[in-house]
């Protein structure tokens, strides 16, 4: 020990031992210097150094300069340097699909600290994976996203939006659907049931479709049937998770897990339970979670009846032009806005309307109208409008309570995600702000369990190869982050801040974030999920095994 302190001081009175060093120095393209390492796994943080080469970091450890010769070095002291995050469950469709390239940065999720998304969540995402990354590898994304096919869009393509069950030649073309995005790469199949048309499905309809994803490798996530007391209940909607993660043979994976309306507020003791049973008998269960109390959804799905939506919007609005219909809808709509808090919870935050930053209450204020009647003037102000395009009526509905919130969060099986959506600060403010609120002011978890649940673990749970973690081998999406600033500047009413506290940020070993700047660049990759080479490409009209 004395002897390499003297030797140290000896090289830097020289000012040339490293051209004497017996070891040549590998050459590298950047060191991060020094900086409280977090690598991913949950361990305590280490004073070391992250080297990058190429798209990979080659070195985490001490003393990085005397091993390397880097083309640059980044002086990390008191900073954060943990994987970049994986955001597990959003909604970045306006950012990584724009025909602008700045947009296409994806700069909601870099400020947070995110470099890689799962994309096609709650049944959306398209069939057509490989083409859907072949436009990405085309345009340039600035993080990495990861795809799942969607069980909504299946359904919609070979059935359309209507109440039905598929006829046997239906599931087939929906189970080759599902088949054939995997083989090109989908990570698993994903599914909103509470949505129509998905509501319309059946379990065993969504498990012989999750079979196709299981046989390849696969995983269920869900946006399940019911998160608070509309038909099912929370508890057998989360029974029916289980089920179909056993029938299917695959794990399941719950977005966004809560316990959505008074009724079932305090319900989270009794979920975790559930969940802890089923993964002590062995079935993979995980789910992930949004550290905000208000929801983000359209103010029709929240209080609506199904049946008022069987046949999409066209249908939805003949509906509420035949008055005895309208008086039936209206009839239910009440106990749909009592079980989301009454019309002061709901606060419409889509842009450039009348209502936008209002609640549903004060809007039926001003016009004179029950709060029902002002729901369904939002709503029906859409038009024909297809699912795609900016909605009006997109709602924050504050349902959630915090000790429920923070019981989810602390399970070890419950990862962060943004489930980003328009409208809400969840976008921009989900890693920094579960980091400002939960670790810091709360403590609600460490910081250590707050990176391993927001990199490390996500990859494992859901399938990510070498990324996840700060270790020689792995793709390079590093985060260097300030802990004194690291915060949500996003609030209800102004949900498009950027998050603040990430100085630099790399994708693919390529500087994405520098010195808190976006850099322009856009290294993102379309990620893909390799099935076994014998269950692709898909043989149609094979057997069930
Ligand atoms: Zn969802």
Redesign the pocket.
Known sequence: MRRALGSALLCAALAACTAQDPTPRAAADLIIAGGHVHDGSGAAAVVADVVVTGDRIVHVGPDAHLRFDAARTLDARDRIVAPGFIDP?THPDRYIRSGDAGQRLNAPWLFQGVTTLFIG??GGGTPDVAADRAWFERHGVGTNLAAYVGFGAVRTRVIGRDDRAPDPEELARMRALVANAMCEGAFGLST?L?YAPQSFATTDEVVALAREAARRGGRYDT?HRDESSYGLGLMDSLREVLEIGRRAGLPVHI??IKALGTDVHGSADAVVAMIAAARAGGQAVSADQYPWLASG?QLGAAVLPRWAVDGGRAALLRRLEDAPTRARIRAEMAENLRRRGGADSLLLVSEGQEWSGKTLAAMARMWDVDPRDAALRVIASGGLRDDDAPSPERVASFNMDEDDVERFMRQPWVLTSS?GSDGHPRQYASFSQKYARYVRERGTLTLEQFIHRSTGLTAETLGLEERGYLRAGYHADVVVIDPKRFASRADYVHPRRLSVGVEHALVNGTPVIADGRLTGAAPGRALRHRPPAATCPIQPGAPEP
Do not use: E, I, N, V
């Open positions: 469950h969540g709650d909103g509470f946006h977005a966004h959804t489930d």
